[in-house]
């Protein structure tokens, strides 16, 4: 398995984590699904979204990644992680940025996938990409509130 967000996706993500006050180095980034399904499209290879089946079959591997870490913030990036943490009735345009208690974390939330906001046409992406801001800077006052439910710095959960 490659490296999480390493792409033009990962520089964006980078990029809002720092706008945050997000220090990359505290936060543990994973895939929920641990492959990676493409089309290729002349020298571009296209990120292909996982079956329902192929996101619960990596479900054990996800839950056993995170009760290793103990996080203390779960964050879901995208519709995909969402689904693979929530369930797959989970809606992430109706919850999204809403805290909620889990089995795997005392807290855990969603935001859209840095993807989205490059896909997003040109004249919403500049907005979209602020509220992927604003989502990350809400979760670094709530890693950083009195009522931590750990002493260890935050921890997102990237899994796309």
């Not at 290879?45 to 329902?52: G, L």
């Not at 192929?54 to 203390?72: D, G, S, T, V």
């Not at 995208?78 to 369930?87: E, H, L, M, N, P």
Request: proline letters at 8%.
């Amino acid at each position: 398995m490659g490296r999480p967000f390493v792409g033009p996706s990962g520089r964006l993500f980078d990029r809002a984590l720092e706008e945050a006050g997000i220090d990359r180095s505290v936060v543990y980034v994973t895939n929920a699904v641990k492959h990676f399904k493409f089309e290729e499209r002349g020298k571009r290879r296209i990120h292909k979204k996982p079956s329902a089946s192929e996101i619960k079959a990596c479900r054990p591997w996800l839950e056993a990644e995170l009760a290793a870490i103990e996080p203390e913030i779960i964050v879901c990036l995208g519709a995909t992680a969402a689904q693979s943490v929530f369930g797959p009735d989970y809606r992430l345009t109706k919850e999204r940025g809403l805290f909620v208690k889990h089995p795997w974390a005392p807290r855990a939330t969603s935001t859209v996938h840095p993807s989205a906001i490059l896909r997003a046409p040109n004249e919403q992406r500049h907005l979209e990409y602020e509220r992927f801001v604003e989502d990350l800077k809400k979760i670094g006052r709530t890693a950083t509130s009195p009522h931590r439910a750990h002493a260890h710095s935050a921890r997102l959960q990237n899994v796309p």
